[in-house]
């Protein structure tokens, strides 16, 4: 004899697209930013003390560092540390594929690009505009200047919070070159 009737649960967790199904937001969180890119020339990243100067809307933030990155007493680098207002990392540059390791899952692998490196700025906010300038050993690198036009994003879809504001640029490091009297562009 078999046991009583299974009884088939149906617990609904809100799904999008069901009509009459409550809507699910997922909790993937955003900021409101300007964000750039930065790669280095063909003579490749400039080594030395770096100084990035970014005004935003009037105000600036100022962050330094050295490249090649200081490490760790753990071996990992030591990163720009800057300010709240401005992140900047540094980093190898990566190209990345996707593949199909089965049936409806994709992966994506990213490998180092010799001798490119990213350098990431992320400025809070919105500003309307931002200037962006980078010295290394005193001379200028990058000397940017941009009008921001801002996405809005929905990381959990239409109709979830939250809604940011992003935009972009992408630059790139002047080359330097060692002459008789020291560091030139």
């Given at each position: 004899?078999?046991?009583?009737?299974?009884?088939a649960t149906?617990?609904?967790?809100?799904?999008?697209g069901?009509p009459?199904?409550a809507k699910a937001?997922?909790l993937i969180?955003?900021?409101d930013a300007?964000n750039?890119?930065?790669?280095?020339?063909?003579s490749?990243f400039p080594?030395?003390?770096h100084?990035?100067?970014?005004t935003?809307?009037g105000?600036?933030i100022?962050?330094?560092f050295?490249?090649?990155?200081p490490?760790?007493?753990?071996?990992a680098?030591?990163?720009?540390?800057?300010p709240?207002?401005?992140?900047?990392?540094?980093?190898?540059?990566?190209?990345?594929t996707?593949f199909?390791p089965?049936?409806?899952?994709v992966?994506e692998r990213?490998?180092?690009?010799?001798?490119k490196?990213?350098e990431m700025l992320d400025v809070?906010g919105?500003p309307a505009r931002?200037r962006?300038r980078?010295t290394?050993?005193?001379?200028?690198v990058?000397?940017?200047?941009?009008?921001?036009?801002y996405a809005?994003?929905?990381?959990?879809?239409p109709?979830?919070?939250?809604?940011c504001?992003?935009?972009?640029?992408?630059?790139?490091?002047?080359d330097l070159?060692?002459?008789?009297?020291?560091l030139e562009?």
């Amino acid at each position: 004899m078999l046991g009583p009737p299974l009884l088939a649960t149906i617990i609904n967790f809100g799904c999008k697209g069901i009509p009459g199904a409550a809507k699910a937001c997922t909790l993937i969180g955003c900021e409101d930013a300007f964000n750039a890119t930065v790669t280095n020339g063909p003579s490749g990243f400039p080594v030395g003390p770096h100084q990035i100067d970014v005004t935003a809307d009037g105000v600036t933030i100022s962050c330094t560092f050295t490249f090649p990155l200081p490490k760790l007493a753990d071996g990992a680098d030591s990163g720009p540390q800057c300010p709240p207002g401005l992140m900047v990392s540094v980093g190898p540059a990566v190209a990345c594929t996707q593949f199909q390791p089965g049936p409806g899952a994709v992966g994506e692998r990213c490998d180092p690009i010799a001798g490119k490196t990213t350098e990431m700025l992320d400025v809070s906010g919105t500003p309307a505009r931002v200037r962006v300038r980078q010295t290394t050993n005193g001379v200028v690198v990058l000397d940017e200047s941009v009008t921001p036009v801002y996405a809005s994003n929905q990381p959990n879809g239409p109709g979830c919070d939250p809604i940011c504001h992003q935009a972009g640029a992408e630059w790139t490091l002047a080359d330097l070159t060692v002459g008789d009297g020291g560091l030139e562009q």
